[in-house]
């Protein structure tokens, strides 16, 4: 008698054939064993007042619910002048969505739905771009062509972005390399998108049209924590310059990953760069697995040509069934249709990604192409089984179900049910192959899912509606003089301030060097105890407070003048800062009150040491204790908080200690 199949036994012992390990354990010779290669693209939003090919507001957003009118719109395939449908194309034409976007009046005109030609280039937007492109070292082009690359998701309503290169060939320092940057260029940001249920997807048009820079790197990235820091880097680079948004959503990271034997995946939407690392290693060891599957399925089926699922429309009574995803469609009169994929037994459990198996892929393809809400398969491997043994059966029966076989069972809609069915053998014929080249979104925590189909190289041509711009050397060179100090020098001065270097991140992320060197210069305090209080104060403090408005920085400066200036020991500072940051428009008197500062002389304070001493050796019989020191400081502390230095006081208080002792 055979075993009974075991999917989370078959899960576990699929990732060990893997050989997945978690990223805290994974070293470079373990990325370099798998020839992991990536590349990075990373998006940036630029700092106008207007958007780039009209004259609309850039940076004003709508509540998402706030509109004035609806938009309606399909996409649909053309020819390109080689005569060929783009694959993203054909997909996204599958899908039969309805496109519709939101429009608020005041944020959008009659270029972004595609009713009128472009303005003329932004020329702050392309002036940005050309001094953000010198800061990386490339090589500035004579002439700006626009050109158009294809968007067939609805994100554009004209399914194109007008995007054009400003520099070529730079590079960016990393701590144990330089990598080289490919292009940088400048570009129209996408609409926001709102919701992508069933056939409708619907868009907000107020972010459109903001001009951003795309910066690409050679994939040149060979471990995750590579890919994460070029992303660091870029970003520093990109705020250092001033002329960059920031916040949530002005910056957005993609990542081509591949690894030997795999195909370049790009991982879209990457909204936090310290989640790189996670999603890149995650991706390199999915691709490990489906090279596995591919090994596994060429073993098993001699002639893949001839391979072919088996679909039939359960008839069999299934009312007492209790998985409701399964009683809802059966309410809505839908299809309930199953699916035997010969030879398959063991690949739908086959592990991908953590939590993540082959049948997850499948999951996600009926998702976008065929428009089928999660969840919408079960499967013979699922780790909660749905059908009992009886439907099992029959469902067996059904299909002629061999016992190397899997079975899917899908519901969806009868005019959904051939893209379903298309959609799935395709997905199983691709396992063959091994990784297809897909895009893939970014989830929190730290996998991925599939997104669309990888574009092709021809999804670029030229703008007819936009004539070359020429860029004159003398305009680059005045911009050239006019550039930020250099990320590598601005480290190299951290580095002499003797500044910690877990400051060095927060500093270079927020662009607060201009103001760590005011506050040494003009306020004559120690660069060390400067950058610390920015990169470990300020960052602790962030960490641990939403501020209702955005923090301005500026404000730190001038609690250290305010202080200095009434003579108040900064020790205090750090109690302050705290109810500053979650409070920016309070006075700083009223801070000192909230804190309890009372003036008071330094002898009132330090003659209080021998009585507090006595004290303590009448209440525990002990002296010259570090509780005893621990005891007079918590005593003084607040006493002597804005009026002598903390570190003095500590002094004068060990000092009394030891003449006791002697």
Known sequence: MNKKFDPKQNYAKSMKRVGYITRDKATSKDYAKMGFKSGLEVHQQLKTEEKLFC??????????????????????PTLSEMGTYDGTALMEFRTRKNIVYRIKNETTCTYEVDDTPPFKINREALEYAIEISLMMHQNVVGELHITRKQYLDGSIPTGFQRTAIVGIEGEIPLKHKNVRIIQLSIEEDACREVSDIGHERVYTTDRLGIPLIETVTYPELLTPDEVMEAGQVIRFINRSSGKVRVGIGAGRQDVNVSITGGTRVEIKGVSRIKRIAKLTHNEAFRQKALLEI??????????????????????????????????????????????????????????????KTFADE????????????KPNMVHSEDMNPVFNEDMLKKRSKLLRCGDNDAQIVFWAPEEDVKTAKE???????????????????ALDDGTTIFERVLP????????????????????????????????????????????????????????????????IKELKVS??????????????????????????????????????????????????????????????????????????????????????HSMFEELSGKTNSSAEMKWIMGHLRPLALGNIPLNELHQAVQQDLQGDEL
């Not at 050239?480 to 400051?503: A, H």
């Not at 400067?530 to 407070?545: D, F, M, N, R």
């Open 456 to 519: 092709g190289a021809d999804r670029m041509y030229p703008d007819t509606d936009s004539a070359p711009i020429p860029i004159k050397d003398e305009d680059i060179k005045e911009i050239g003089k006019m550039l930020p100090v250099s990320l590598k020098k601005r480290m190299e001065q951290l580095k002499k301030w003797q500044i910690p270097e877990d400051c060095y991140y927060y500093i270079l992320r927020n662009d607060l060097m201009p103001l760590l060197e005011r506050i």
């Open 294 to 355: 591919k090994k596994e399925l060429c073993e098993r089926i001699k002639d893949l040509n001839k391979w072919k699922p088996n679909f039939k429309a359960i008839t069999f009574d299934i009312s007492d069934i209790e998985y409701q995803p399964i009683k809802e469609a059966m309410d809505k009169s839908w299809k309930l249709i199953a699916c035997n994929l010969p030879d398959f037994k063991g690949i739908l459990s086959f592990f991908l990604q953590p939590g």
């Open 527 to 612: 660069p060390k105890w400067a950058g610390t209080l920015l990169g470990h104060k300020l960052k602790h403090i962030e960490g641990q407070h939403n501020s209702s408005v955005p923090f301005e920085y500026e404000l730190v400066y001038q609690l250290i003048e305010f202080l200095q200036k009434e003579q108040i020991d900064l020790d205090i500072l750090y109690s302050m800062l705290e109810i500053l940051y979650t409070n920016p428009h309070i006075e700083f008197e009223s801070i000192l009150n909230l804190v309890k500062f009372e003036r008071r002389k330094k002898n009132e304070i330090l003659n209080d040491i021998p009585s507090l």
């Open 362 to 373: 499948l999951e996600g393809r009926l998702k976008v192409i065929a428009c089928l809400e």
């Open 423 to 441: 959609t799935m053998e395709e997905r199983c014929r691709m396992a063959f192959e091994g990784v297809p080249n897909e895009t893939r979104k």
């Open 55 to 76: 004259r609309c507001p850039a940076g004003k957003y709508q509540n998402l619910q706030d509109y004035d009118a609806e938009l309606i719109r399909h996409m649909r």
